[in-house]
């Protein structure tokens, strides 16, 4: 019975949130999820400034990688399929961003250590690094942009206007955060 009732309030803040996200209509990368439109869609109970992190990472890498799909359709996508962390309390269950890109075709290899995902670093490569610090957790999308593991980091932070450069998974962990719950190479 409380299986039912958890997936009728599911469907029904999906249901309204989709109605209100697709008034948002936006093809390019995602740089701060504080920024207009983003800070004013909705994922669960909350706005995408609050809990939005891995969905905007998610609709990055697919971006990146040449798969265009409208972030409100993810987060409809999350939603729907349980995903979703305590109504959006704490966003997005960390080991479901992988299993959403694999279930969707993509090839994904997971990393539990900012040093293994270094050796991983390759210009042009699509990585999504979820972190733990302070306040949480944060989630971002990461492409190789260089021989020596420099990474571009998009939505490193919640005002972010554009890519931010950093000298490796290993650096972004130990500037913005204290530990690497999880991450991916994508594609």
């Known amino acids: 019975m409380?299986?039912?009732?958890?997936?009728?309030?599911?469907?029904?803040?999906?249901?309204?949130?989709l109605s209100l996200n697709k008034q948002y209509i936006f093809d390019g990368y995602i740089f701060g999820q504080s920024n207009h439109p983003i800070s004013s869609m909705r994922y669960g109970f909350f706005n995408m400034s609050y809990n939005g992190c891995e969905l905007i990472a998610v609709y990055n890498a697919l971006k990146y990688l040449g798969?265009?799909?409208?972030?409100?359709?993810?987060?409809?996508?999350?939603?729907k399929d349980g995903y979703i962390w305590l109504d959006g309390v704490f966003g997005t269950k960390p080991q479901t961003v992988g299993r959403y890109l694999a279930d969707n075709g993509l090839q994904v290899k997971r990393f539990y250590s900012a040093k293994q995902m270094d050796k991983a670093v390759k210009?042009?490569?699509?990585?999504?690094?979820?972190?733990?610090?302070?306040?949480?957790?944060?989630?971002?999308?990461?492409?190789?942009?260089?021989?020596?593991?420099?990474?571009?980091?998009?939505?490193?932070?919640?005002?972010?206007?554009?890519?931010?450069?950093?000298s490796s998974v290993s650096s972004l962990i130990k500037e913005d955060g204290i530990k690497m719950i999880v991450g991916y190479l994508v594609g």
């Open 123 to 166: 210009k042009d490569r699509c990585f999504i690094i979820i972190y733990a610090h302070l306040r949480g957790i944060h989630t971002v999308m990461a492409k190789g942009i260089g021989e020596n593991g420099e990474i571009a980091v998009l939505n490193r932070h919640n005002n972010s206007t554009g890519e931010e450069t950093v």
């Open 67 to 79: 798969f265009f799909r409208p972030l409100h359709k993810i987060i409809s996508d999350f939603e």
């Open 2 to 17: 409380k299986s039912k009732l958890l997936f009728k309030r599911r469907n029904k803040y999906s249901e309204r949130n």
